[in-house]
């Protein structure tokens, strides 16, 4: 990304840009920053900025991507982490501009501007364009694009800049101290910008990241429940760098074999051993970020710290860990291609038990180092211990299950790459059946319940024999359905199903009545995500619906076995029927988007109906079209030919069109990337 004059729907804006912006190209010039500090120290100094003495200005214009900010009278200062000048500070009038360039996502920012913020909204053919006043900004950048400043003649506006500060320290979705960092060792050259803004009540951040999320991102922020540190942001732009928003992100770090050894406390307590082997993709790298927990707020503040980081050689690796992310500092930069391995050692109090119950998950989220998504492609060794009487699940077969002393052990490993693990452990009692050299393993809570562990073990052989003759064999030499002390839903890590009581429990009671309601679709439906969810990844939030669509659609083929032809019509009315109540305001691909902070549950509802309803129905259409062998055969192909990959939307078309001899991409810009509903 560089600076340009972008075009502009507000004439007092496009004029001053178009003038100054001309003028200040001419006469700027920076000196390549090349760095030799550590990545701690350049972190802590981002931490703990300072701000120079203040200059009157006029028309300051600053131009990236797609913002645009018109600083038009006011105070500006220069903002300093360490010796180096790497922001300003301006409070005063002015005017912010965003223009969209991917008309992909117009209708969810429309939305989203109108539920989240006071900005205007102007619409030019494809382009959304958003505008506002600019009443203050704290602009982040590197010094190739810093706009020059006139010598300072007033104080430093101290007070003001310390205010600022306090408004948007709870932003976690790209501090300075994280996003600056590795650009400045590895890659000087790349322009990154961070702009905080307030505009009239709203509160807004512009990032561009090129390095890390390789995104370019507009969003708001508002305040959380209690049950968080952080501000929530709402995405109102958001376009990827360097490619188009429908094409596969190559990772530049690839995440290929996380092994760690976990050891729980009786309480809540943890610490973990964790080697991950890595290989930078595109170039030598020396600086590498993850996501990793830091802090979080659930019924207290918890708290992940890294004890240690060790190479290979034993030696000491630099690293910064805050917001829940993590920068670490090779002694030397690893070649492209070859892969090395990281040792960390890594403790807090995670292991929260919901409601005071007696048992506690460890989930997708970074409990372990994380590189960006499409990196996270790894095997797995896994050595779990828990004090007794708990008993702990994790993904894969097992290789060990025992005790040591107090506690229970248990060891497993996945052979095939995976996005993501989980762990859960807790007061089971479980039984064990095995078929075709399939074992399912199933876990009553609380106490012993052979009727459902026997009921729901057959129940997942019959079902795991019904997908295997056209998804292909179950994916998995082992099965861990765990139940959990709530009702109402259920989740397929690989390997593992979490579902509710209801399933466990004959109906008695008014809640289990009403959850047990299609118990069986559910059940089919996580079964389904051992295909469409860990042999076949998305490739991103937009393509969530190849999990979530597509496990739904071959549940569908579950109950039309059980309840014939009218349970399959029944189940895709409700699909047409709730989809029809969120299709205008965004389309499947960019449902994951959708947030309204007034009412957050309803959001999510209107995100249900899109990437499980809407996207069910637009997959029954298609079946209608090709009819039922070339849609089957559609559907095999996909496990036959992205067997453990990530995919995007874009190469399953391809596939169907290279199957059928059909163009699609109509029917996909319609109703898939577009708002229309299928007839």
């Known amino acids: 990304p560089v600076l340009k004059t972008p075009v502009l729907k507000t004439p007092v804006l496009k004029t001053f840009v178009s003038i100054f912006l001309a003028a200040f190209l001419q006469g700027s010039s920076f000196a390549m920053y090349a760095s030799e500090l550590s990545v701690a120290t350049i972190a802590e100094n981002y931490e703990h900025p300072s701000v120079g003495p203040g200059s009157q200005v006029q028309n300051l214009v600053f131009a990236t991507g797609g913002l645009s900010l018109l600083m038009a009278s006011g105070t500006a200062a ?14 005063g009038q002015g005017q912010l501009l965003y223009d969209s360039r991917d008309p992909l996502e117009t209708a969810v920012s429309r939305f989203n501007i109108g539920k989240a913020t006071k900005l205007g909204v102007e619409a030019d053919g494809d382009q959304l364009s958003a505008t506002g006043s ?76 090129p390095v890390f999320r390789r995104s370019e991102t507009l969003y708001s922020l508002h305040k959380r429940q209690a049950i968080s540190l952080t501000l929530r942001p709402v995405i109102l732009f958001d376009q990827p760098i360097g490619r188009a928003s429908t094409d596969f992100e190559d ?18 307590d943890l610490s973990v051993a964790v080697t991950e082997t890595l290989t930078p993709l595109s170039r030598d790298q020396k600086v590498f970020r993850f996501d990793l927990y ?48 990281l040792h960390f050692e890594l403790e807090g109090d995670l292991l929260f038990r919901p409601g005071g119950d007696n048992f506690w998950q460890l989930g997708f989220g970074p409990w372990f180092p994380q590189p960006s998504f499409t990196g996270r492609y790894f ?29 229970n052990v248990v060891k497993n490993r996945i052979q095939n790459p995976v996005w993501g693990t989980v762990l859960h452990a807790g007061k089971y009692w479980y039984e064990e059946a095995t078929q075709g050299g399939i074992t399912v393993r ?100 937009q393509d969530t619906w190849i999990h979530e669509s597509f496990a739904d659609y071959a549940s ?32 499947v691909a960019m449902a994951n988007r959708l947030m309204d902070p007034s009412d957050p549950g309803l959001s999510g509802l209107r995100r249900t109906q899109l990437v499980y309803d809407k996207g069910s129905y637009l997959l029954a259409s298609l079946h209608d079209e090709i009819g039922d062998e070339a849609f089957l055969s559609f559907l095999r192909s996909i496990q036959g030919n992205f067997a453990w990959k990530f995919v995007t939307t874009k190469h399953l078309v391809g596939l169907l069109e290279h199957m059928t001899q059909q163009d699609f991409d109509p029917f996909f810009d319609r109703y898939f990337w577009g708002t229309e509903m299928p007839e």
């Open 294 to 341: 830091s802090d979080l707020l659930i019924r207290k503040h918890r708290h992940y710290r890294v004890k240690s980081i060790k190479d290979d050689a034993g030696r000491s690796v630099g690293h910064f860990h805050r917001y829940n992310g993590l920068v670490v500092e090779l002694p030397e930069p690893a070649p492209a291609g070859k892969s090395f391995r």
């Open 78 to 91: 220069p903002v300093l982490v360490g010796d180096e000048v790497a922001g300003i500070f301006f409070e």
């Open 134 to 209: 600019l009443d203050r900004v704290l602009l982040w950048c590197t010094p190739d694009v810093l706009p020059p400043l006139p010598p300072g003649d007033s104080p430093a506006p101290q007070e003001s800049f310390e205010r600022h500060r306090k408004t948007f320290e709870n932003d976690w979705l790209a501090p300075p101290s994280l996003l600056f960092v590795q650009p400045k060792i590895d890659l000087p050259e790349t322009t990154v910008v961070r702009a905080e803004m307030v505009s009239g009540k709203d509160q807004l951040a512009y990032v561009m990241d």
């Open 556 to 587: 569908s083929f579950v109950v039309k076995k059980l309840k014939g032809e009218s349970g399959y019509k029944a189940m895709r009315a409700d699909w047409r029927g709730d989809a029809k109540e969120a299709t205008e305001i965004a389309s």
């Open 379 to 407: 095997t797995v060794n896994s050595t779990v211990r828990v004090p007794k009487p708990f008993t702990a699940f994790a993904p894969g077969e097992t290789v060990f299950r025992g005790e040591e002393g107090d506690y």
């Open 442 to 541: 199933v876990a009553s809570y609380g106490a012993k319940n052979k009727r459902a562990i026997e009921k729901l073990s057959n129940l997942a052989f019959k079902m795991i024999g019904f997908y295997e003759p056209w998804l292909g064999p179950f994916p998995f030499k082992e099965l861990n359905i765990i139940e959990v002390n709530s009702f109402g839903f259920g989740q397929a890590p690989p390997g593992t199903m979490y579902i509710t009581q209801e399933a466990f429990q004959s109906r008695v009671g008014q809640l289990n009545r009403i959850f047990s309601q299609g118990i069986n679709h559910r059940f089919a439906h996580e079964i389904a995500h051992q295909y469409w969810g860990h042999v076949i990844k998305a490739a991103s939030r």
């Open 251 to 268: 990772p530049t770090v690839l995440m290929s074999d996380l092994t760690y050894d976990l050891t729980a406390s009786n309480k809540e």
